[in-house]
């Protein structure tokens, strides 16, 4: 079964810091790709990053960098110099079987001015 | 170009009536997927629709149809409705067939809340 767990559920950061959300994810297909999105309060889903397994290399995005590591099923999720405005719900979503996302409870990122 | 719009965005309900939501892609997409998000069990996998056929279905009581019109748009049902049926439905569109290959992004809209009273 395909299952994706975010153990942090609210961090709190003063604008500036960084912050890091992990994800852990569980599957048994070789070929499958890991998400990262974004849900403001208005509601929708906005996407960040995506990354397939077959790639382990970690990127920088701006201020958003994200750490893939197959060994451990660990994709982690950093922004740099938080701003208020990142403040939002983050999901950690794993897609397998066509269009079908297993998503993470979410990590609320609530950044104090 | 538009986004993917869902309507309505806020609705109530009462227990054991019937409610259909509305999906329109963006553009080209073919793809449609719906999510119901609540406190409890997070986002959930409802279905997703590929050129007027379903192809994929969570585990969802029958209570929970949907369909696709020939335009891509979708729309998705749910009947004699209880009271853990409020929840936050989205609907989520893509470019390509969902394939375990392929990378395509699902694109999210801004949801439809209802409530069930």
């Known amino acids: 079964a395909q299952k994706v767990t975010q153990a942090q559920t609210e961090i709190s950061v003063v604008e500036k810091e960084d912050v890091t959300l992990d994800c852990v994810y569980e599957?048994?297909?070789?070929?499958?790709?890991l998400f990262w999105y974004k849900q403001p309060p208005s509601g929708e889903l906005v996407f960040l990053i995506r990354?397939?397994?077959?790639?382990?290399q970690n990127e920088i995005s701006g201020r958003y960098s994200w750490n893939f590591q197959k060994s451990t099923s660990s994709f982690n999720f950093t922004i740099t110099a938080s701003q208020v405005v990142d403040s939002a719900v983050y999901f950690c979503?794993?897609?397998?079987?066509?269009?079908?996302?297993?998503f993470g409870k979410g990590n609320q990122v609530v950044v104090i001015p | 170009k538009a986004g993917v719009t869902q309507t309505p965005r806020y609705l109530i309900k009462t227990r054991g009536q019937q409610v259909t939501l509305s999906c329109s892609p963006i553009?080209?997409?073919?793809?449609v997927s719906w999510y119901q998000q609540t406190p409890g069990q997070g986002l959930q996998f409802l279905f997703e629709?590929?050129?007027?056929?379903?192809?994929n279905k969570g585990n969802f009581p029958g209570r929970f149809s949907g369909r696709q019109f020939s335009n891509s748009r979708s729309e998705m049902n749910v009947s004699t409705l209880e009271l853990g049926d409020s929840a936050l439905y989205l609907c989520?569109?893509?470019?390509?067939?969902?394939?375990?290959?392929?990378?395509?992004?699902?694109?999210f809209g801004a949801g439809s809340r209802l409530t069930v009273l």
């Open positions: 989520a569109s893509s470019s390509e067939p969902g394939q375990v290959t392929g990378a395509n992004v699902l694109t």
């Open positions: 599957t048994r297909d070789t070929t499958y790709y």
């Open positions: 990354r397939n397994s077959f790639d382990e």
């Open positions: 979503a794993l897609k397998w079987g066509n269009n079908r996302l297993a």
């Open positions: 553009s080209g997409h073919r793809s």
């Open positions: 629709y590929f050129s007027e056929t379903q192809r």
